[in-house]
Every structure is written in structure tokens, then in C-alpha cells.
């Protein structure tokens, strides 16, 4: 969390709500930028141990990004496995070419989860929350994009 303040998350829920997204943008791209970058380093940018490099990525990806929402070991196996495909998939098709665009993913899935809280509407301010969070997400990942690419750092 970014600072102890459980008292206004119980009085004002869609502080929570915004507060939680930001800090798991923050968490979610830090984690995965260090991965993508631990193994750019550990490859030499695809030049040498690619296949141990794509194995690595595949199953430090899947163990990081998948949800703990499993109800057998099968089913926690399976979503493990999806998620490894989805990180070494955006690894070969967005962090190869622009880096940047990381943080920008990570908030388009916490936007899409934060409209799914605005439709079920799970409190009474769920819409208030929802929105404010989502312009949270939106102003932290377009800073972040645009200090990645202030700073010419690529992986």
C-alpha cells in the first residue's frame, strides 16, 4: 500500500478502490519490467540461452501474473500455464519493440477490472470508485510511459 490509511479506505470505500488499482499498476509493472529486463540481461537480448531465457520467462510469468483464484491443482496448473503464454506473448510482440508499452497493459487490464466493478456495482459507491480509479490508472500509466520514454531506457 502506499501509506497506512485504513481509516479513510473504511470511511470513503472508492478511496480504496482508486488507492488499490494505482498501487497494483505500480506493482504489476515494476514486477513485470524487472522480469522482462532480468531476462534481456540474462539472454544478451535473444543472443545467447534464448530457449532457457523463454522458459524462464514463461514460468516466472505464469507463477507472478496468474490470480490465486484456483479450485484444484489442475485448475491452478492451467491458469499458471495461460498466463506464462500471455507474458511470453507480450514479450515477443510489445516489450521486444517499445518497453514503454508495459505499463500501459497492465493498466488496460485494471481498467477492464475496474469497469466490471462499475457493472456489478458490489457497494454503493462501486460506480464513483470504479471511475475515479480509472482515471487514476489512466494519468499514473501516461506518466509513466511518457518518464520511460524521457529517459531513452529500452529493457
Given at each position: ?67 490465486a483464484t484456483a479450485t484444484s491443482p489442475a485448475a ?57 480509479a480509472i482515471v487514476a490508472i489512466a494519468a499514473l ?15
Open positions: 500500500m502506499i501509506a497506512p490509511i485504513e481509516a479513510a479506505e473504511a470511511l470513503i470505500p472508492w478511496f480504496d478502490e482508486m488507492l488499490g488499482m494505482a498501487n497494483q499498476l505500480i506493482r504489476g509493472a515494476a514486477v513485470l519490467l524487472a522480469l522482462f529486463g532480468l531476462i534481456e540481461a540474462m539472454t544478451r537480448g535473444g543472443a545467447r540461452r534464448r530457449g532457457l531465457g523463454l522458459a524462464m520467462l514463461f514460468l516466472a510469468g505464469g507463477l507472478l501474473v496468474s490470480p491452478w496448473a492451467a491458469q499458471v500455464a495461460v498466463a506464462g503464454l500471455g507474458v511470453v506473448a507480450l514479450e515477443r510482440l510489445v516489450v521486444r519493440f517499445d518497453p514503454r508499452l508495459v505499463p500501459m497493459v497492465v493498466a488496460v487490464t485494471l481498467v477492464l477490472r475496474s469497469v466490471r466493478g462499475i457493472v456489478l456495482h458490489g457497494y454503493p459507491d462501486a460506480t464513483l470508485g470504479g471511475a475515479l500509466a501516461w506518466w509513466w510511459m511518457r518518464e520511460l520514454g524521457a529517459s531513452g531506457r529500452t529493457a
